[in-house]
Structure formats: C-alpha cells, structure tokens
C-alpha cells in the first residue's frame, strides 16, 4: 500500500489537565471505598487515566492512585497488587472502572479481620481533573506525516488523542486509530487495529507514543 | 539572543513550548495581576520574576504589584504565617487592626484592574474588599495551612470564601472552602543559578572552594538547620553507612544568626558529627545559589531526611541534577519521591542508612535512578509546567 493521502486531515489538538481537590480524603480503606462510590466521575478518571499524563515517562510504583495508596500507605500491598493489575483500557466509560475498583476492593475486605488503615500519616486526597485542550496547528494528511506529526507533539496530545478520546469522549478506539482505520482517513484498518493493542501493554505514554511510531514505520517501510 | 521561552525548548519535554504558546493563544490580550509583600527574597518573588516575563511572551499583559506595609503590620503577617503553619502565636488587636489598615490602603493606591488577579499569600488576601466588578481573583496559598491556629483562620477565612478560587502546593494544605481548591505544585527554573549546567571544573572548583575534597563519594543534605529537616538523623545515617563505605557527609544549611532555634540545631547536629574530617558542616548564605547547584551535582546521593515538610524543594532540585534521593515519607517529599524510581522514602535513619548502603553498592542503580530522576523532574517541577498550570486555570475561569 502506497502513502495514500486521507479525504480528511487529522488535527493534533494536546490537553492538560487543571486539578481541582475535592476536600475529601481517606484514613482507611473502608472510608476510601466510601469515598469512591460517592466522588464524580472525573476525580474516578483522575486517579486511575491522569496516571498515564502525570507519568507519561517514568512509571510509579502501580499505574493508578489507589493501588499506589493502598500498598505504600495502608502498607496492604495484596489489595495494592490486585488494583495495579487494573487495566483501565479493558473499560469503556469511567463508571465501569469505578464498579471494577469497588468490587475488587469490597471482596478483599470481605476476607480480611481488620480494615487496613494508613499507617503513615498521608490520607488518600481525591482530586479530580478539568482538562484544558488546544489546537496545535498542526494537520496531516498521510502516514508519513501523521508519523512525523506525532513524533514531535508535546505528552499531553498522545494523552488527549489516546485516553480523553476513548473515555471521556465516547470515541472508542481512540483518535488516532479511527482516523488511521476510518474512510474518510487512511483507510488502513490492520494498522488501526494494532494501535488499538498498543493501549493494552501497560506503557507509560512515552512508551505508548513508540510502539505507534513503529508500526508506523513498519507499515511504511512495507508501502 | 532568543526569546525567554525558547531558552526553555532543550531542557523541557519535546512539544512543551508548542503547547505553551497555543495555550497561551487561548488568553492571549488578557490581563493579570499578581499582588504579594515583596519584590525580593522569598520563593514567590523568585518565581514571579521568571514567570511574569514567560506570560508576557504568551500575550498576557500581566502586572505585579506589591504592597506597601508598616513595620507592624510585617510582625503580624509574620505572625500569621507561623500561626497558619500550626506555631501558636499571640496577635493583638491592635495587629488585626495594622493588617486591615494597610490592606485598606494599599487597595486606594495600588492598580487592581485586570481580567484576573492572583493574590499570594496571606498578606494581600483582604484586598479582595476591592475587586473590581467581573474580575477573577485567586488566593495563591503557598504555605503549608493544613493545621493553622483557629483563631487566625477564622480571621482569614471570611476573606478568602469571596476569592473565585484557592490553589494549594498539595492537597493536603486544602481547608473546608465553599470554593474550588485547585492543585498547582512549585517548580524550580532549570536557567536560573541554582539549577543550569554546570561545567566539571566549575563544580570542581566550587566545591573545593568550600573545603569538601571530590575524593570519595558525597552524601548531602541541603536545608536550613531545623529539628523538622532531622539533620542529626542524617548523620546517625552517615555513621551506619562510614562503617561500610567510606564517604563524606555535606550538610549545607542558611545561615542561623537570627533564628535561635537554628542556632541550637547546628549546635547539635556539630555534637552528633563530633570530630569527624569527613563531616561537612556549611553555613551558606542565602544568595549561594551556585555554589548549592555545585554541591548538589557533587554528591553521589542527596537526603532530605525530613520528618515534617512543606514541598520540599530541594528533592526536584536534586532530581534535576540527576540524583537519587533518600527523603522522608511526608509531605511533597513523596510526590517527587517514586520509590526505587526516582529514589526511596524512609522512616528512620537505619531506612537512609540502608538505601545509601544498596545505593553506594551499585553504581549502575545510581545511574539509573539518577536518569529516571531527571526525566521525573523534567515532567513535573519545572517552571513551565507552573506557567502551564496557571494559563490553563485562566482559560478556565474565563471561559
């Protein structure tokens, strides 16, 4: 397949994100399922999806707030494991994932005598997120470019193309790969499909943004 | 001679500068002001001098005023300030009273128009009494305000419930407000003194020039001498790795003539150190900017052994230096702090001592965590992603 060029450009447009806290705050893991049930689903999408901007290069001790907490803070580092295994990509909407959090965290408490409490001192804080978006000027109209355009974009547009997209936006696959795969853009649907798997390898976004651009050029190199 | 912001493109994540400049072209032709208590002196006036010039590139006409006070009036801010950070303090009523009567008259004098306006501090925060109509106004709180003394709270409180909103340094200084407390960490300047490149010869030269040989490996700690930075248990660390490895401890401190507490500290950490030619005591002025950047691109690992923090600064200085840091788990500590990452949090001085000792152990570990270190830095605490947070809280509230 050559370098085709899309009907349609796509629009890089990069995101941050503005965090508001919410006042709320957890000494154990009883009152933080509490809390969880009852906070927005934007500070949900904070501690388990802004991961990935707040560590776009350098991953933390588990890819969200809660199994971080749990395991350094209530010093419970099974509930810690259990949560950090949470893929926030197997999830179409943000209260599926709260639903996942709350059924894991409810049936580990179940098998325990006490409830784990923070033994630090540092309460869980619930923040959530306002993100702030704005259009990088930059449109493409091939692979050569799309691949060239996303190679030089700031963090925070691989985060709004990849996670915002899917989760707050309804856009299931995600930007780049409906754009890739669609007619009206590249028409190329094996490659979308494998960018879709690229949000599945646990990869911090740096990560996320290298594996695309591989395929990529493997897709070009073969043109 | 480049633009200001450009400076920042080879230091900062790929993409930083594009997306500063297209945020910025969402505000672009507002107008904000910044009021504090000084010009100088102070991590607020630091900050705001590199700042202002970054949003004024950006297109924001920002201004910076600063208020006039009487000697009064500078004791109860003062005051205040101790008090909000939980030291008990006497005010008087006739202190209230000094505090309000500058704060009425500075808002006769000073130019209080713009599109919004950030108030830092406690100092200013009765100036929202003035705010013109359909302006934003922000109390920048950036001191620690997590357990204050309720009298002086209370006092504050009525002022800053009529701000549009709060940001804090971390969640934890949040205070029961009606309105919305946003996050905004503190950054360091990666251009400014403290933190650019050095060369290997001028950190050679430095250092020596403070009387610490680069004859074996350093492990340094750099605050003010306080019970709260546990400088002492920095060297009870120290101790247990010496009888292992041998190193140098560096304490590097401000100056304690005015603080008979630090005065007292210093005395201590002097004892615990004893006669020791491998301890390091310094006493650094304030303005020793370079030769604290030098020190901390010396030394091998860096500790902030805190038991009680604000942010902690001085771990994301260390960082961008590529440092691992041992620091206490409190505070900001632990939000610059990935454990294994980007260095470790302890809770005693056995927790530094051993994670010196793995640390010293394995030069690879050092190099790796020092190169997770910076990139960790680069992405969280430096000043444009400050410029980025407050552009972003602009477009927000203006929208």
Known sequence: ?223 | MKALLEQYREVTPPGTVDFLRQLGRRVEGKQMLHVNSTRYGGGVAEILHRLLPLMEELGVKTRWEVLTGTDLFYRTTKSFHNALQGMPQQITRDMYDSYLQVNRDNAKSLNLEADVAMIHDPQPAPLIDARPKDAKWIWRCHIDVATPQRAVWQFLRPFVVRYDAAICSLPKFAQRLPIPQFLVYPSIDPLSDKNRELAPEEISRTVEGLGVPLDKPILLQVSRFDWFKDPVGVVEAYRMVKKSHDCRLVLAGGTATDDPEGAEVLLAVQKAAGIDPDVHLLVLPPTANLEINALQRAATIVFQKSTREGFGLTVAEALWKGKPVIGGQTGGIMVQIIPGMTGYTVNSAEGAAFYAKRLLNNPNLIATIGRQAKEYARERFLITRHLQDYLGLMVHLCR
């Open chain 1, 1 to 223: 397949m050559t370098d085709n060029r899309a009907q349609e450009s796509f629009r890089f447009v990069s995101c941050m994100e503005l965090r508001e806290i919410l006042g709320k705050r957890a000494m154990d893991e009883a009152r933080l399922i509490e809390i969880i049930e009852e906070v927005p689903p934007d500070s949900i999408y904070y501690h388990t999806h802004s991961y990935y901007l707040r560590h776009a290069y350098i991953q933390g001790v588990f890819p969200n707030d809660f199994a971080t907490w749990v395991a350094l803070h209530a010093q419970d580092r099974v509930l810690g494991e259990r949560l950090g295994v949470l893929d926030p990509f197997d999830f179409d909407d943000i209260e599926s994932v709260r639903s996942e959090i709350l059924t894991i965290m409810g049936d580990h408490l179940n098998h325990i005598k006490t409830v784990p409490v923070c033994t630090t001192g540092e309460p869980f804080e619930f923040v959530r997120s306002h993100v702030i978006e704005a259009d990088l000027d930059l449109k493409v109209w091939t692979l050569r470019e799309f691949r060239d355009g996303l190679a030089r974009v700031d963090m925070g547009a691989v985060f709004n193309h990849v996670c915002e997209a899917r989760l707050r936006k309804g856009r299931a696959p995600g930007d780049f790969a409906s754009w890739i795969g669609g007619r009206e853009g590249l028409g190329r649907e094996t490659l979308a499909e494998d960018i879709v798997k690229v949000g599945r390898l646990g990869l911090s976004l740096e990560g996320m943004r290298g594996k695309i651009l591989q395929l990529c050029d493997q897709a070009l190199a073969a043109a």
